[in-house]
């Protein structure tokens, strides 16, 4: 279990953790604390926003440095995977050619396009951002993302035999992994609606939309889930549930 933990965090965050050997072993409970990261990023955000308001930092820094906290913590691992399927979907070819271009690590055009807008959109939508009740719910989003991928990654089919998601998710304790999942879903979505209710109806209702069209996508395009598409689908996620926040921000406005 220690392990375990240790796995999630040395793979999906920059986090220094003791070194493990990188066996399935070890892999076998990874998920279950994979939402914990998004807990860390969550709360750099609560203390960013508390920390900005304290000093009177303008709204356009504060945003930017929103923007660039997750991809400080995690090194960019969902976003490179984000920029992986926007090259893929350009290329416009057959699915194995889609497959081919999300492996060249070399970056396209349609992937620096997409990830600049991606970051202006966040950037721009933290900055809405006007109250600590409006922030919980934000940095709640972190978690929800997570946890709606882990629940994915051991419940759909893999569009690929190897890969780092399937390294994950085989051996994965399935049914541990989906009840641990839902416990997380059931408290952070409990708690977004206790703290600030329009907020946090906004982002679940972004972070299902994100997973509905994760599910139709990746099964119409790919057949299956991939660890690139995992990370498309987180970004996603997060970005959605934010503009979610912000529209349940200006509801009660």
Same mark, same amino acid.
Request: proline share 3%.
């Given at each position: 279990?220690?392990?375990?933990? &240790?796995?999630? &965090? ?12 990188? !066996? !399935? !072993? ?5 998920? +279950? ?35 660039? *906290?997750?991809?400080?913590?995690? /090194? ?18 057959? =699915? ?11 970056? /396209? ?6 990830? +600049? ?23 709640? +989003? ?25 390294? &994950?998710? =085989? ?5 541990? @992994?989906?009840?641990? !999942? ?16 329009? @907020? ?11 997973? *509905?069209?994760? =599910?139709?996508?990746? @099964?119409?395009? &790919?057949?299956?889930?991939? /660890? ?8 996603? +996620? ?16």
């Amino acid at each position: 279990m220690k392990n375990s933990f &240790f796995a999630a &965090f040395l793979m999906y965050s920059r986090i220094p953790m003791p070194e493990i050997s990188w !066996e !399935e !072993e070890n892999h076998r409970y990874a998920l +279950c604390f994979f939402p914990l990261i998004g807990m860390v990023i969550g709360g750099l955000e609560v203390l960013w926003w508390w920390f900005g308001r304290w000093i009177g930092m303008g709204t356009v820094l504060y945003g930017a440095v929103a923007a660039a *906290l997750p991809l400080f913590i995690t /090194g960019g691992i969902h976003m490179d995977g984000y920029m992986d399927v926007w090259d893929a979907k350009a290329c416009l070819g057959s =699915r194995e050619k889609m497959f081919q271009v999300m492996k060249d690590s070399r970056i /396209g055009a349609f992937a620096a396009i997409h990830v +600049c807008l991606y970051l202006l959109l966040q950037t721009a939508l933290f900055t809405e951002i006007s109250s600590i009740q409006v922030v919980i719910a934000a940095a709640s +989003c972190f978690i929800q993302s997570r946890a709606l991928s882990a629940l994915a990654a051991v419940t759909w089919n893999n569009a690929r035999k190897e890969g780092t998601l399937q390294s &994950f998710s =085989r051996p994965a304790q399935k049914h541990l @992994t989906i009840g641990v !999942e839902l416990v997380w879903l059931a408290a952070v979505w409990c708690g977004m609606c206790l703290v600030h209710p329009p @907020t946090g109806i906004g982002a679940i209702a972004g972070g299902v939309v994100a997973f *509905l069209y994760y =599910r139709w996508f990746s @099964t119409k395009t &790919f057949g299956g889930i991939t /660890g690139d598409l995992a990370g498309y689908f987180l970004q996603l +996620c997060e970005l959605a549930g934010l503009a979610g926040v912000v529209a349940g921000s200006w509801f009660i406005k």
